[in-house]
């Protein structure tokens, strides 16, 4: 086992996946996909992987998406005995050419590609790789150098429609949400759906995403918003927040909603200044504002672990949006935070699941919802329940009526998973459709109800089934009773026997 640094003390799935990657490198994987969620430690991680590279004698470039990542970078490495160089424009004093390790600007790097002497680096490190993963500036640095190992971390390895990041020659969970929060490493979710922005008639566009004029204008009707105002004052218990929210107009109709509430909040988005970004950011950190609403800002790299409420009034479908935006608020904090409070005002749990379920992901296929079936809503605290259970966990009211209503579509989902079965074995799907156009309904229970259960393992499904799709289309053309079709079938079916 590869030994870490005594100044950072590795947990040991951290230790772990060093070891893998340290591996991949020596044996010549050209390309490694690495998945580290939200409170794995992804940097303590990346810190702990360049020491060790540069210690074998590598040349490292370590790349980061975004100007507030460099310093955080940078300070991590510094404390694990790494004393990197920058290239970015604001930090040039920072940057020596002859630095084993450089901290690279993507955007800086891209433009200055041409000016900057041929560093060689042995092993490419791409921070947040899914961010601008198809990307030029990323493609042009990757072109430049390849002949160098590429090692993508990331929190959310997929791409726009849930599917795995193609392209790497291996991939590598470091560990899971529910583990980490099993282990006392992140909190846990404690999710509620007061009220849901209706998006059945907002036009997806041909990117995938919701038209976001549309969308900005439905989830900004005035009765809309009085009732996120009105639901949230109802479980309102101070502890301090984040909205994600659509546009900045929308953000501003939030952020006015909220403060004539009594509920003190501010706004941050990408057209203010930095120090009017920073004025917000501190009275939030501070506790002088309870709520800070934010356009765009706060899906990566923000961690204030104080957080407890993430408001999620932005409908999206991006599962790795989503991803990044419920884990801004999933950290522990020094105290020992137990939980964060998840109020989803935007459909997301109905269309990806909870935030902390598993997920399995493939490059060619979306990752499905732990539970298919709808969870109950506590209509008294809100609460996302899917247990089967008829009272809520979270308040203890009774949800009868609620809980009867979920059994009857989870029985129905179970029946309809059974038919898809027995079509699967028996081939039943031209007969069904035979039986259907006969009776004018769906031909499923006469098929599964009445004909199938004459049928013996002597005779062939395609026998069977032909003869059923003939029948059935004899009596559609002489207009006879559908029962025709089973007393024929009675019949011949005696015959075997």
């Given at each position: 086992?590869?030994?870490?640094n005594?100044?950072?003390?590795?947990r040991?799935?951290?230790?772990n996946?060093?070891?893998?990657?340290?591996?991949n490198?020596?044996?010549g994987?050209?390309?490694?996909l690495?998945?580290?969620?939200t409170?794995a430690?992804?940097?303590?991680?990346?810190?702990?992987?360049v020491?060790?590279?540069?210690k074998?004698?590598?040349?490292?470039?370590f790349v980061?998406?975004?100007?507030?990542?460099?310093?955080?970078?940078?300070?991590?490495?510094v404390?694990?005995g790494?004393?990197?160089?920058?290239i970015?424009?604001?930090y040039?004093?920072?940057?020596?050419?002859?630095?084993k390790?450089?901290?690279?600007?993507i955007?800086?790097?891209?433009?200055?590609?041409?000016?900057?002497?041929?560093?060689?680096?042995?092993?490419?490190?791409v921070d947040?790789v899914?961010?601008?993963?198809?990307?030029?500036m990323?493609?042009?640095?990757?072109e430049?150098?390849?002949?160098s190992q590429?090692?993508?971390?990331?929190?959310?390895?997929?791409?726009?429609k849930g599917?795995l990041?193609?392209g790497?020659?291996?991939?590598h969970?470091?560990?899971?949400v529910r583990?980490?929060?099993?282990?006392g490493?992140?909190?846990?979710?404690?999710n509620?759906i007061?009220?849901?922005c209706?998006?059945?008639?907002?036009?997806?566009?041909?990117?995938?995403?919701f038209?976001?004029?549309?969308l900005?204008?439905k989830?900004s009707?005035?009765?809309?918003?009085n009732?996120?105002?009105?639901?949230?004052?109802?479980?309102?218990?101070?502890?301090?927040g984040i909205?994600?929210?659509?546009?900045i107009?929308?953000?501003?109709?939030?952020?006015?909603?909220f403060?004539?509430?009594?509920?003190?909040?501010?706004l941050?988005h990408?057209?203010m200044?930095?120090?009017?970004q920073d004025?917000?950011?501190?009275?939030?950190?501070?506790g002088?504002i309870?709520?800070?609403v934010?356009?765009?800002?706060?899906?990566?790299?923000?961690?204030?672990?104080?957080?407890?409420?993430c408001?999620?009034?932005?409908p999206?479908?991006s599962l790795a949006?989503?991803?990044q935006?419920?884990g801004?608020?999933?950290?522990v904090?020094?105290?020992?935070?137990k939980?964060?409070?998840h109020?989803?005002y935007?459909g997301?749990?109905?269309r990806?699941?909870?935030?902390?379920?598993?997920?399995?992901?493939?490059?060619?296929?979306?990752p499905?919802?732990?539970?298919?079936?709808?969870?109950?809503?506590?209509?008294?605290?809100?609460?996302?329940v899917y247990?089967?259970?008829n009272?809520?966990p979270?308040?203890?009211?009774?949800?009868?009526?609620?809980?009867?209503k979920?059994e009857?579509?989870?029985?129905?989902?179970?029946r309809?998973?059974e038919i898809?079965?027995?079509?699967?074995?028996t081939?039943?799907?031209?007969a069904?459709?035979?039986?259907?156009k006969?009776?004018n309904?769906?031909?499923n229970?006469?098929?599964?109800?009445?004909l199938?259960?004459?049928?013996?393992?002597?005779?062939?499904n395609?026998?069977?089934?032909?003869?059923v799709?003939?029948?059935a289309?004899y009596?559609k053309?002489?207009?006879?009773?559908?029962?025709y079709?089973?007393?024929?079938?009675?019949?011949?079916?005696?015959?075997?026997r």
């Open positions: 086992m590869v030994q870490a005594t100044q950072i003390k590795l040991d799935y951290q230790q996946t060093v070891d893998y990657i340290i591996n490198t020596e044996n994987v050209h390309s490694q690495i998945n580290a969620p409170g430690g992804k940097t303590v991680i990346a810190s702990e992987l020491r060790l590279l540069v074998q004698g590598k040349k490292i470039f980061v998406a975004n100007q507030p990542l460099i310093m955080q970078t940078y300070n991590k490495f404390t694990n790494i004393f990197p160089s920058i970015q424009r604001d040039n004093s920072y940057y020596n050419p002859d630095k390790v450089q901290i690279v600007m955007q800086t790097y891209s433009s200055r590609v041409e000016k900057l002497p041929d560093l060689k680096p042995d092993v490419i490190i947040e899914d961010f601008g993963y198809k990307g030029q990323l493609k042009k640095l990757l430049k150098h390849k002949n590429i090692v993508g971390l990331t929190g959310t390895p997929i791409t726009f599917c990041l193609p790497f020659d291996v991939y969970e470091v560990i899971t583990e980490l929060q099993q282990q490493f992140l909190s846990i979710d404690k509620y007061p009220v849901v209706d998006t059945s008639n907002i036009r997806v566009m041909t990117t995938g995403e038209n976001e004029d549309e900005e204008q989830c009707e005035s009765y809309f918003v009732d996120i105002i009105t639901t949230y004052k109802k479980v309102d218990k101070g502890y301090k909205v994600f929210a659509i546009s107009n929308h953000g501003e109709i939030l952020q006015k909603a403060n004539e509430a009594g509920i003190r909040t501010g941050i990408s057209k200044k930095k120090y009017q004025y917000w950011l501190e009275a939030h950190k501070s002088r309870q709520l800070l934010n356009v765009g800002k706060l899906t990566r790299g923000y961690d204030d672990t104080e957080i407890i409420d408001i999620m009034t932005r999206t479908m949006l989503y991803l935006m419920v801004r608020c999933a950290r904090d020094k105290s020992g935070k939980f964060f409070r109020f989803d935007a997301n749990i109905e990806f699941g909870l935030w902390s379920e598993p997920r399995l992901y493939e490059t060619d296929k979306t499905k919802k732990e539970n298919d079936y709808n969870p109950v809503v506590c209509p008294f605290c809100f609460s996302v247990e089967r259970t009272r809520c979270e308040c203890g009211e009774t949800l009868k009526e609620q809980h009867e979920r009857r579509e989870i029985k129905d989902n179970l309809a998973k898809v079965e027995i079509k699967a074995q081939g039943s799907d031209g069904i459709e035979a039986l259907t006969l009776l309904r769906n031909g229970s006469f098929y599964y109800m009445k199938l259960p004459m049928k013996t393992e002597k005779i062939p395609e026998t069977f089934n032909a003869e799709i003939r029948l289309n009596a053309k002489k207009e006879y009773n559908p029962n079709v089973y007393y024929r079938m009675k019949e011949k079916l005696e015959n075997y």
